[in-house]
């Protein structure tokens, strides 16, 4: 099925591990983007790119990385997690007709 | 800049009565403005978008918003809500890249 694909789906992680979340989309969009969702806040943009080759920060980006791999991957990392890390991390990738893709999400927590 | 607040944090709401959940943009660009809905534990779907023409959109699901320049508002409706709506709803505004509101939460009672 076409869509936005997001690994893992959840991931427990200690304190100072690193770990790289995954996004690939087969809609051959040029914008790729990471949101990070905690209670109340909505979603917050963490870095996006507007095109293969090119990244941008966004609103929160402290403590995250991330590689435009290919026009189709986007992967985020965080190079030494922390708990406010814990959160439910969303890539999205743009269509210029038809809007925003959302992937299905990941869970991270860190302990 | 912009940005997006959602005036209602929670909505409890009867099955079958009518609901309204209020959004307001700031901008100083036109924009394209959206509404998603997130059910418990799963990803955001889109439920409408305004790019332009009508300011009257309609959507999946029987929700429909509208688009008012003069108040920078594009509140969703719809006239009479199931069970099956309980979920979060995010308004969202996008120029170059898509800013969400904080969320409003629709519990919707028998």
């Known amino acids: 099925n076409a869509g936005v694909t997001q690994t893992p789906k959840f991931q427990v992680l200690k304190t100072g591990q690193s770990m790289t979340l995954q996004c690939a989309q087969d809609m051959n969009h040029n914008s790729m983007y990471w949101y990070r969702q905690d209670p109340g806040m909505g979603l917050r943009l963490i870095y996006y790119s507007a095109s293969e080759g090119t990244t941008d920060k966004g609103e929160v980006p402290n403590g995250y990385n991330v590689s435009r791999l290919n026009k189709r991957e986007f992967s985020l990392r965080l190079e030494s997690a922390a708990p406010s890390q814990t959160s439910v991390y969303f890539c999205?990738?743009?269509?210029?007709?038809?809007?925003?893709?959302f992937g299905s999400g990941t869970r991270l927590t860190v302990v | 800049a912009q940005s997006v607040t959602q005036l209602d944090s929670q909505v409890p709401v009867f099955e079958e009565a009518p609901v309204e959940l209020r959004c307001n943009y700031s901008?100083?660009?036109?924009?394209?403005l959206f509404w998603y809905v997130q059910y418990p534990n799963q990803g955001l779907q889109l439920l409408l978008k305004?790019?332009?023409?009508?300011?009257l959109v309609k959507g999946i699901n029987g929700f429909e918003a509208e688009f008012n320049k003069s108040q920078t508002s594009f509140h969703l409706r719809k006239p009479s809500v199931h069970i099956s709506d309980t979920a979060e709803y995010f308004c969202a505004v996008s120029v170059y890249k898509l800013s969400f509101g904080a969320g409003t939460t629709v519990t919707v009672r028998a």
């Open positions: 901008s100083s660009v036109s924009v394209y």
């Open positions: 999205a990738s743009l269509d210029a007709t038809y809007g925003y893709t």
């Open positions: 305004y790019l332009s023409g009508s300011t």
